[in-house]
């Protein structure tokens, strides 16, 4: 702010622009004024001739000179009449006679005063006609208008000029500085607020007044600052999320390696037995039978933690509109033989329901959400399904999920400790996946006891 140059050039500018108009001003006045004056006395001078030679026409020569004399003295002019081939004078200011040959025209650049000395054109306007008097005879009149004034008027203008000049360049200095302070000021006042703003202070704002190109680019500098703290506040939260992620990730893994070397270490014990001879392990077919079902548990546990990676990295990819009421029935009949076998049924209530979403991420949360329902829920039981704009809401019959089940029910490889099979079997990572992908596309959601069983919503809106 301290070396903004804006004011000192806007004022130096406006000065000066000032100063040359004053100063072009005052030359056209000294310079043209005299010539505007001396037309404007040249022509009242050929109006009073008109007047005169209209007022004389016709009278006698007695009223001839009364009304010369008279109108020299309204008029302010000298006039000479020739009758009879004498001049006759009547005077409105101070006399000069003037010497000219009779009958002929009058030039005043060779007009000769009576003392011989010659009338300087300037100051004094000359003006000749004719009139006929009442007898007819042909009378020759002059009139004489003094501009003497004009040279006057000129010197006092020279001497006035000097102080003129100066007022106007006071009164153009005072007009430039509050010009300039007014023209600067809003300039001076973004640049304040744009330098609090590269600060990333939260509060700064110019403050738009007016619809002019100013005030565009304040409003346009306003809603700059708020896109780039909307992207602030965008990339902490996402960052916040991804390291969110990262921490998942790590504890993902750590229960990953954790909850596979448990079956590795019962397979390596058992193989080792085998191959020693040692007690019941020397039954190898049945211990073979076992080592490849662990394997197979193994490698079941691997693929699922290799698909659920896979369906997150594209959980937000190639979103499109998608009827969840649809799907919700292609997944239903791929379960219903399995939930057949356990004697279960499905009790469907989907609403035409469409929103957009990725299709392998939302069938891979109802797929497991099902066969969590299926493989958890009591037997011979239903299972509740209803679908609409609002959410998705899943419920099976089996027993409720106490406090501290629930606090570790979305944890990876969580399994409960009631020793059932279904648990038993389960990979443990189901509730983990579908956690991680409806917190991906940042979808409200919550798992609680319902009546004689567990409930699943997840809301769309």
């Known amino acids: 702010m301290k070396n903004l140059k804006l004011f000192p050039k806007t004022f130096l500018v406006s000065i000066g622009l000032f100063a040359a108009l004053i100063i072009l001003v005052h030359a056209l006045v000294y310079t043209l004024m005299p010539q505007f004056y001396l037309q404007q006395k040249e022509r009242e001078a050929a109006d009073n001739l008109t007047a005169l030679v209209a007022e004389l026409r016709g009278k006698s020569t007695e009223e001839m000179r009364r009304l010369s004399q008279e109108f020299a003295q309204v008029k302010n002019v000298n006039i000479t009449l020739t009758i009879d081939g004498r ?31 010659t009338v300087d054109p300037r100051s004094v306007i000359l003006q000749q006609g004719s009139v006929t008097d009442k007898q007819g005879r042909a009378i020759t009149v002059k009139l004489l208008a003094d501009v003497a004034p004009v040279t006057q008027a000129k010197l006092a203008t020279l001497h006035v000029l000097p102080y003129t000049m100066l007022g106007s360049l006071l009164v153009a200095l005072m007009f430039s500085y509050i010009y300039s302070r007014f023209v600067t000021r809003p300039i001076r006042q973004m640049a304040a607020v744009t330098t609090t703003m590269q600060r990333l202070e939260k509060g700064a704002h110019y403050p738009v007044n007016s619809h002019d190109e100013i005030g565009v680019l304040g409003r346009n500098i306003n809603e700059l600052y708020q896109n780039l703290w909307q992207t602030i506040r965008s990339l902490e939260h996402e960052n916040k999320r991804i390291t969110q992620l990262e921490k998942e990730k790590i504890a993902f893994l750590r229960a990953a390696s954790h909850e596979l070397k448990t079956p590795l270490a019962a397979l390596r014990i058992m193989l080792e037995n085998m191959q020693l001879n040692i007690g019941e392990y020397k039954n190898r077919d049945q211990y073979l039978a076992e080592s490849v079902a662990q394997v197979d548990r193994l490698a079941a546990m691997v693929n699922d933690i290799l698909r659920s990676g896979g369906v997150a990295e594209q959980a937000l990819r190639q979103e499109k509109r998608l009827k969840i009421d649809q799907l919700i029935a292609e997944v239903v009949d791929d379960y219903t033989l399995l939930a057949k076998t356990r004697g279960m049924t499905f009790a469907v209530d989907a609403r035409p329901t469409t929103i957009r979403i990725n299709r392998d991420m939302m069938r891979h949360v109802i797929s497991n959400l099902v066969s969590n329902a299926v493989r958890h829920g009591d037997t011979r039981s239903v299972i509740t399904i209803t679908c609409d704009q609002h959410g998705l809401a899943i419920e099976n019959a089996c027993k409720p999920l106490i406090k501290q089940q629930l606090q570790h029910i979305f944890d990876p490889f969580y399994r409960s400790s009631d020793g059932t099979k279904q648990h038993a079997d389960s990979s443990g990572i189901g509730l983990y996946t579908v956690k991680m992908l409806l917190d991906a596309k940042g979808l409200d959601y919550d798992f609680t006891p319902h009546g004689r069983g567990m409930r699943f919503v997840v809301r769309f809106a």
């Open 87 to 117: 001049d006759q004078y009547f005077q409105g200011f101070q006399s000069i006679n003037i010497v000219t040959d009779s009958g002929k025209s009058v030039d005043t650049s060779v007009v000769k005063i009576a003392d011989g000395q």
